[in-house]
């Protein structure tokens, strides 16, 4: 059996094996300008050997999702808890009143984003500060954040 690797240079021990018919020259020389049997998916072709390119690795995929979609992410119970701890207490000390006006401000930018990004680090480091603060679960924020995308919460173009 006669195989080539993925760049269709003929290789006596290619693998995955993709069988091809044998090629009239059968050098594996990796001399670069030497000639060498190609595949062209119908025939060998003598051509002077060129060192494949480095492979590179795949683009991430994009973690951009609807505004919908990253509130659904959230339980009722935990978007009940973020609605309550936003309201002012005017009673309240001061920091308390600075926490929940930092969270208002947080939900108000949300509303007027376009799309969330679950990879920025500021949408990152907001939903790890409200995990911090005690308004989800321990552990909830990483599943928010890093669940697969699904294609109905992909934001499309």
């Known amino acids: 059996m006669h195989t080539y690797n993925l760049h269709g240079w003929y290789a006596a021990d290619a693998f995955p094996t993709r069988p091809a018919p044998a090629p009239a020259n059968l050098s594996t020389s990796e001399t670069p300008g030497e000639l060498r049997a190609n595949w062209t998916g119908y025939e060998w072709v003598d ?36 609605e309550i701890a936003g309201l002012d207490n005017p009673a309240a000390p001061m920091p308390a009143r600075a926490q929940a006006a930092a969270l208002r401000a947080n939900q108000a930018d949300l509303a007027a984003a376009t799309f969330v ?36 919460e992909r934001l499309l173009a």
Do not use: C, S
């Open 47 to 82: 051509t002077p050997y060129a060192v494949p390119p480095p492979a590179t690795a795949p683009a991430p995929e994009p973690q951009r999702i609807t505004r919908l979609a990253f509130r659904n992410r959230f339980t009722t119970a935990e978007k009940v808890a973020l």
């Open 117 to 152: 990004d679950l990879g920025r680090a500021d949408t990152r480091a907001g939903v790890l500060m409200l995990e911090a603060a005690g308004l989800l679960a321990a552990g909830r924020a990483l599943v928010i954040l890093d669940a697969p995308v699904t294609n109905e």
